[in-house]
């Protein structure tokens, strides 16, 4: 089977000659100690993985640099993030800090032709050989970057229609790119919210299934 062929089987329940691999992130210095000078799509021809991703969906957005000795930046979002030793850089300021603040709150573009630059660059290197997909943002990580993830824990309680606004508000984000990206030749989306963390869930499953759960309907990721 060629890589293709394997991911496809294995989508559609059929038994593939192996089990298709693939990587949701890999980080540029694992590319970089395991295939000097590769990048990202020399770095999956080299070791034969089946699946090929973009990139973390924060990689999409235009940013301002607000401190450039720390890494410090504000995304599209307007939301200040950090780059650490994680691939992912780290949300440190919400930009809705007042309840109020979502009403002037604009969020960006999700047509925007740089959304769909790794996208593209992707299918232009892989289609027919690789399957090709794209990493999206479901029900939470918009919120808990727009709010900051402590205060919308507690807005589930305080607060229950502020986060309903916002859940729906990066669904209509989300969705729009989606439907955009499958036109230009997106085969299957990953889902990259985390909802637990090392020591249990973040919420109770009863707001869980309140706040969440319809929105991950929407998107197909939850089955009836």
């Known amino acids: 089977m060629t890589n293709y062929e394997r991911a496809a089987a294995a989508l559609q329940h059929i038994v593939p000659d192996r089990v298709p691999i693939f990587e949701l992130m890999i980080d540029p210095r694992v590319i970089e100690a395991a295939c000097p000078g590769c990048c990202y799509g020399d770095f999956v021809e080299k070791y034969d ?56 709150y604009i969020p960006p573009d999700p047509l925007d032709p740089l959304r769909f630059q790794q996208l593209q660059d992707l299918l232009k290197r892989f289609k027919g050989k690789k399957m090709v997909g794209m990493h999206v943002h479901d029900a939470l990580s918009y919120p808990s970057y727009l709010r900051r993830m402590d205060q919308l824990m507690m807005d589930l309680m305080l607060h229950p229609e502020l986060v309903k606004r916002l859940i729906d508000m990066s669904l209509d984000h989300t969705i729009a790119l989606m439907r955009k990206a499958r036109v230009l030749g997106a085969e299957l ?22 706040f969440f759960t319809p929105g991950l309907h929407e998107l197909g990721v939850c089955r009836t």
């Not at 957005?61 to 607000?66: A, D, F, I």
């Not at 993030?81 to 309840?99: G, H, K, M, S, Y």
């Open 189 to 210: 989306f990953v889902f990259g919210d985390d909802y637990c963390g090392n020591a249990g869930p973040l919420m109770s499953p009863k707001h869980f299934e309140q």
């Open 49 to 104: 993985i089946d699946i090929v991703m973009t990139g973390t969906p924060s990689s999409n957005y235009r940013t301002s640099v607000l401190d450039e000795k720390t890494g410090t930046f504000r995304d599209e979002w307007g939301v200040v993030r950090r780059f650490t030793e994680q691939t992912v850089p780290f949300p440190i300021q919400a930009p809705l800090q007042n309840d109020s603040d979502i009403e002037s």
